[in-house]
């Protein structure tokens, strides 16, 4: 009997065989591609799986929020990139200062002259230097400036000539990869993330800006290409889990979904062929998954205990409840593992991981917490 | 300026009068329907809060985990029922045997012969007996057994003459109330989930079961009537905080909603009517609220520090970004009150609430996390 029919349920489970494996071949890709390997660690916020995308080494690293940069600073972590627009409240200044004066380099995301002159009062009232990245909008339309306006510049500019912030650079999210049908939209994707980023270098040259260095990172750009190109950073963060979703567009294949949330049938219907499972709206998170693909996806894939998919849907979530629905008869007690529509929701659901391999687990990761 | 200008973002807010005036005008309204209030802590799973909904008493309540039901227990509560189908499991048998040990009464959730069987064997073996309801469906098709089906007397009839639990009665959840587009549709409702199971009730009366205990459920169906008929116990939850969600179906105005999040503005694009705030899908949750009533409605609503809404959308969440899109200008650095869709789903994002009252933070109460 299975060990997974042990865990007290819902569970996180992480596979430490294909975790591994995914780490390993994009930080392979990135090194023979010679950029600069920044991994975003806002999928999993656990310090040891940090250190996976790094073989080891604590190396740069990109976070979502102040809290997970606390953490990895605490954990050994020297070189952090915030890539969230910084909101210029007093607090969250005050948080960025006592990080940079404890590792090596934190660098921060604007995208405005207003938070640019929030950024210099603050430093220079505080004598200090912010390390700063412009946030450029690649085609997502989320956030970052307009490549192609001169305000866009101009704003560079002023950061370059600033004595508040020291510039780092340009850096791009190209989110809109998410909203692929297929790995060639993708790639059309990918061409336009790091196109923009250089014509929009090449123009800063031409105002005396030199070689300003390009971020980017989505993991489904960076998971359909050998090689990084048109480019000096890479920042991919879902692809030490993937996920349904990555799955369905085609970033990875299913057998390199790392994750799945283990759960136990609590009601079973079969005369409306439906089943209820104790992994809810908390468990899984409500992302709906690859819907522009197929709009009747359901909040993930419900496996059996060996991953082999059922003919099951999750049909609705309520807090704790899921509701699957299908032809499979799933009496009460039985164990079901559900891959996540988006494992960086669901993981966050979880205080802990469950890790395992070869049907055992072997550890149990915490991941950092709030903001 | 007020309080709300320091604090760090993006945060749980919950207005004290506005939670106290809730959680008063649904107790009055069971007290003087001569009911048991046993109300769900689903909702805020904080032990201040269940106190708050008992007018300062450890009174019964209802939970959704058996996290909550030991948190619970811990600090004085002595009647907990457990409304979830209870999974078979071991440790969740063990949890479940370790808590009725500490209090007066644990009650469990069953709608199935093999549950019954697993709970009876358990029972023996460890010379025990299960509290125990028997779910009903009352039209949601969630769980429960379906009353008009002679198997579901068959099964109540077991759980009365068994050895190894004490029949507490019969169990609903009109969850199916949600999908009401106003309140005359909560109404019908109301009266199918109290009717379906006084019948049930009848019929087992017939079998000679006697005057099976019948208890209900739902802050919709609770909140559209001034009195509890056709029942023994009431179990409403999210009326405490209430939401966006409920507001738009009807079960209470927009300034009964107790919560919001605030968040501080980190992108400001006036030329394409969009901003960015820094409250995203682990703020907000993914939950898309009353789009059986408006599609675009959008994950919240966006209002000023006065809760004044303002002519701005959410249309999208990303991990930690909030997409705003309308006509309001929000310069980079405002803040912002954001009514949650869904308040149950959003409070279990934050590992603590700012309650605030008269626009000072008066207290910082922390929810209970898990399973």
Redesign the interface.
């Known amino acids: 009997m299975s060990i997974l029919n042990?865990l007290?349920?819902?569970a996180f489970l992480v596979d430490r065989t294909v975790l591994n494996r995914n780490c390993a071949r994009m930080r392979e890709r990135a090194l023979a591609s010679g950029v600069v390997f920044r991994p975003h660690v806002?999928t999993h916020k656990s310090v040891e799986i940090g250190r996976i995308q790094h073989d080891g080494a604590a190396g740069p690293i990109t976070v979502?929020?102040l809290a997970e940069a606390e953490a990895f600073a605490a954990d050994g972590f020297r070189d952090i990139t915030y890539a969230?627009?910084?909101?210029?409240?007093?607090?969250?200044l005050d948080r960025v200062r006592a990080l940079a004066a404890r590792v090596e380099r934190v660098s921060v995301l604007i995208?405005?002259e207003?938070?640019l002159q929030?950024l210099e009062q603050y430093a220079a009232s505080n004598g200090m230097v912010f390390d700063v990245f412009l946030?450029v909008d690649c085609g997502y339309?989320?956030?970052?400036v307009?490549p192609s306006n001169p305000d866009s510049v101009h704003l560079a500019m002023g950061m370059a000539r600033s004595e508040g912030v020291r510039f780092q650079g340009l850096l791009t999210h190209a989110?809109h990869s998410y909203h692929a049908r297929d790995i060639e939209e993708v790639r059309r994707v990918a061409a336009e993330e790091s196109g923009s980023l250089s014509r929009f270098r090449a123009l800063l040259a031409t105002e005396g800006l030199g070689e300003a260095r390009r971020s980017i990172g989505s993991t489904p750009t960076l998971s359909v290409t050998d090689r990084f190109s048109d480019c000096d950073e890479v920042r991919p963060g879902n692809y030490v889990f993937y996920d349904a979703f990555q799955a369905t567009i085609g970033s990875c294949a299913f057998e390199d979904v790392a994750v799945s949330v283990l759960a136990?049938?609590?009601?079973?219907y079969p005369?409306?062929e439906?089943a209820?499972v104790?992994a809810g709206?908390?468990?899984l998170?409500?992302?709906?998954g690859p819907d522009h693909v197929d709009p009747k996806f359901g909040y993930g894939i419900v496996c059996d205990l060996d991953l082999r998919p059922l003919p099951m849907r999750i049909a609705?979530l309520?807090?704790?409840?899921g509701?699957l629905v299908g032809e499979a008869h799933l009496?009460?007690?039985t164990r079901v593992r559900i891959v996540p529509n988006h494992s960086?929701?669901t993981a966050?659901m979880?205080?802990k991981y469950a890790i395992i391999d070869h049907g055992r687990v072997v550890d149990e990761w915490r991941p950092v917490?709030?903001?």
Chains 1, 2 share one sequence.
Do not use: N
């Open positions: 042990d007290s349920t819902p806002k979502s929020t969230v627009p910084l909101a210029p409240s007093r607090d969250k995208d405005s207003r938070a929030a946030k339309h989320r956030a970052g307009d989110g136990t049938v609590v009601g079973s005369e409306r439906a209820i104790d709206a908390l468990a998170s409500k992302d709906l609705a309520s807090q704790e409840h509701k009496p009460v007690g960086c929701l966050a979880f205080d917490r709030g903001w």
